[in-house]
């Protein structure tokens, strides 16, 4: 193969799809919703609650749209919401008669849900939970819909995906796919093949650049959505400096307290945001009082790699593997240890390459590996979630448990990545605990907890309720 062949049927092809890589990724990171900085206060905002709750989490729905939806219907006597008992938890929602003719769309949704749950005009607040999943997942993906359209209305947000964007990056995915299906032409035609496999080249990274082109990135700023949102982050910073402001009930809506919606949707009204659940459990959205303060933190769940949660055994012998491959394909294909590239064929030097990442590979996982055994670390800090992640497939049930989630909260970050506990040792702790875990870095392998303080054992309250959470509730533990 000569080198006019290398530059039509590789280099192209290869440099066409790395350029539409680099200006797709350039784009996604210039059109990231900004993070304004709060402004002064200013209480003169008319926006609704749910479009507040969407510009103070930089153009990201959250279950705060639901829930601070409902708290102003309540403050605006579409609803009325009744506390005879202590516990918050036995709030009720009363239907007060007032039509709802006049609501907007995703105001209306959420009026539908209570009125779709009472009867005779009551329901308890916590029974508007969704108990399938799949319908929770159906109505809030509607009610953000509704949310994000009228923030466009407002001028206050647009889509990330500007249709100028998609336009031109499907012109530039069919550039691209022109350039791979004429490389594969040129090799086929050249080895004496059939030219089906060009046409099956085009198309393929066609679909695949046209799909990520027209992919939804979400939301972004505009001017005015900016100026909103620092005028309510500083409303946010008011809030919460008000004594007493982040532990009120949902009843305190009723009882005149307009601001308490505004709370929610801002993340700062714990009390009613822990008691109002409209069945969209976000787990990726925890409340946290450790460290002094009440907030609420991101968390993100690893998973999707082999190294998560696994020994390091498992990881060593994944890289022994990846080595003896990566070598056999070398030798065999390349003919010695450092092939030489001129002498091989398209398929065969494609395979030498595969051996040669497989080595880089192996060698990759060894040496972060041995990191890992060296150097362990502790974080210290209160249990937010314990959640299983992993299951042995079993015909006779769901299967014995190997691995669950758990997320510690130090007191510091406001953005935390669960760790991976093994069964064996999970029961060394529970939700609310202040902990010390011993953990690997890289595989976030949690290796031994000690409790420094523990929360009274929930058997002393409720007998039957179980040690953590339950598997898959939408409890949000805090």
């Known amino acids: 193969m000569n080198v006019s062949h290398r530059v039509v049927e590789i280099a192209l092809p290869l440099a066409s799809l790395a350029l539409w890589a680099v200006v797709y990724g350039m784009t996604r990171l210039a059109t990231r919703p900004s993070a304004p900085a709060p402004a002064p206060l200013d209480l003169s905002g008319a926006e609704p609650p749910a479009v507040v709750s969407l510009l103070a989490n930089r153009w990201r729905h959250t279950v705060g749209a639901a829930e601070s939806t409902l708290l102003d219907l309540a403050a605006r006597r579409y609803l009325d919401l009744r506390q005879t008992e202590p516990d918050p938890r036995r709030t009720t929602v009363h239907l007060t008669g007032l039509a709802a003719d006049d609501l907007n769309p995703y105001e209306r949704q959420v009026f539908d849900r209570v009125t779709a749950r009472a009867v005779d005009g009551v329901v308890p607040l916590t029974a508007l939970a969704f108990s399938d999943e799949k319908q929770s997942a159906a109505w809030s993906k509607r009610l953000r819909r509704a949310v994000v359209a ?130 969209m459990a976000d787990r990726r959205r925890l409340w946290s009082s450790y460290g002094g303060r009440w907030r609420q933190v991101d968390v993100s769940y690893p998973r999707g790699f082999p190294r998560y949660g696994q020994p390091l055994g498992w990881i060593v012998f994944r890289a022994l593997i990846a080595g003896l491959l990566g070598g056999t394909f070398t030798r065999v294909i390349g003919g010695s240890p450092i092939p030489w590239f001129d002498d091989l064929g398209p398929v065969a030097l494609g395979v030498v390459l595969v051996g040669l990442a497989l080595l880089v590979l192996a060698g990759y996982l060894l040496l972060r590996a041995a990191v890992d055994l060296a150097a362990p670390i502790t974080v210290t800090g209160e249990v937010l979630w314990h959640e ?90 805090g």
């Open 388 to 477: 299983v992640w992993q299951r042995q497939t079993s015909d006779d049930g769901p299967g014995r448990i190997v691995n669950r989630y758990l997320v510690i909260d130090d007191g510091h970050a406001n953005q935390l990545r669960a760790w991976v506990i093994p069964e064996q040792i999970a029961g060394e702790c529970r939700l609310g605990d202040v902990v010390t875990a011993q953990v690997r870095p890289w595989t976030r392998r949690v290796l031994g907890v000690s409790v420094h303080r523990a929360t009274p054992d929930p058997a002393e309250h409720a007998a039957s309720e179980p040690r953590f959470g339950h598997e898959g509730s939408a409890d949000r533990p």
């Open 150 to 279: 009228d923030a466009r209305r407002r001028g206050l947000s647009r889509p990330r995906s500007s249709r100028g964007l998609v336009h031109l990056f499907t012109v530039l995915g069919a550039v691209v796919a022109a350039v791979v299906g004429v490389g594969s032409w040129h090799y086929v035609t050249r080895v004496g093949q059939d030219v089906f496999g060009s046409a099956a080249a085009f198309l393929v990274t066609l679909a695949v650049l046209v799909s990520l082109a027209r992919r939804d990135l979400g939301e972004r700023d505009t001017p005015a959505g900016r100026a909103a949102a620092a005028r309510w982050l500083g409303v946010r910073d008011w809030l919460g400096g008000q004594e007493g402001f982040a532990d009120l009930p949902p009843v305190a809506v009723t009882l005149g307290n307009r601001h308490l919606p505004y709370g929610v949707a801002l993340g700062v009204s714990r009390g009613a945001a822990e008691v109002v659940d409209l069945g």
